[in-house]
């Protein structure tokens, strides 16, 4: 199976802040990369597919990039509402497996 | 618009069985691949499987392979999972998730709201 390791697990930062997440697989994945936003009590949402591609209506402040094995989630201009735990998976290979988590606080 | 509706959580005692459902609308369900993730209390997302569009194919992940069986009836639009010889370390919120093409290597583009699966003596 393909591990996927994100760093860090957490993080602080403060509001219009710059930050970087970053999701590495154990193996090449391409750019078989999704990035979800999830709110406490609230599903995951799809902000990114295909390592870069955003989702429509996903704020153009959010970039992403990658392939390969090492892949980023970029967010600018930190807003509240950005405050949230992020996850990377692979789709690459079954089982799709996500990275452990990043959780953003402020 | 999309719309992902989970069913059939509860408790239930470890080595028992249970059936989750995922009720779908708004696209057409027979042309997209499926997910059921999962969450346990506090902790992060674990993918448990998906079906392709046509039943075709099926994955699981390695904690439920063997014990989980996911399937689709494409004439209901519904979607799903089930479980036996249930553990405690299958509690969580079960999520059914839309992929993003017919056998699906883009990810969870849409999500349920979740069922909560409590298993407990």
């Known amino acids: 199976d393909i591990e996927m390791t994100q760093s860090p697990s957490s993080m602080v930062a403060s509001v219009g802040d710059s930050v970087t997440i970053t999701c590495r697989a154990s193996q090449k994945i391409s750019f078989y990369l999704s990035w979800y936003q999830q709110k406490p009590g609230r599903a995951p949402q799809l902000l990114v597919h295909?390592?870069?591609t955003l989702e429509t209506g996903v704020p153009s402040r959010f970039g992403a990039s990658g392939v390969g094995t090492d892949f980023t989630l970029t967010i600018t201009s930190l807003q509240p509402e950005d405050f949230a735990t992020y996850y990377c998976q692979q789709t690459f290979s079954p089982p799709h497996t996500f990275g452990q988590g990043t959780k953003l606080e402020i | 618009q999309v719309r992902l509706v989970e069913s059939g959580g509860g408790v239930v005692q470890p080595e028992r069985s249970l059936r989750l459902a995922c009720e779908t609308s708004?696209?057409?369900?027979?042309?997209?691949?499926m997910h059921w993730v999962r969450q346990a209390p506090g902790k992060g997302l674990e993918w448990v499987g998906m079906?392709?569009?046509?039943?075709?194919?099926?994955y699981y992940g390695n904690a439920v392979r063997g014990r989980f069986t996911i399937s689709r009836d494409n004439s209901k639009n519904t979607l799903y999972l089930d479980m036996k010889s249930l553990r405690v370390e299958d509690t969580a919120v079960y999520y059914c998730?839309?992929?993003?093409?017919?056998?699906?290597?883009?990810?969870?583009?849409?999500w349920g709201q979740g069922t909560v699966v409590y298993v407990s003596s």
């Open positions: 295909a390592a870069s």
């Open positions: 998730a839309k992929g993003g093409s017919p056998g699906d290597t883009t990810g969870c583009h849409n």
């Open positions: 079906i392709w569009y046509n039943g075709g194919n099926k």
């Open positions: 708004g696209f057409d369900f027979s042309n997209y691949g």
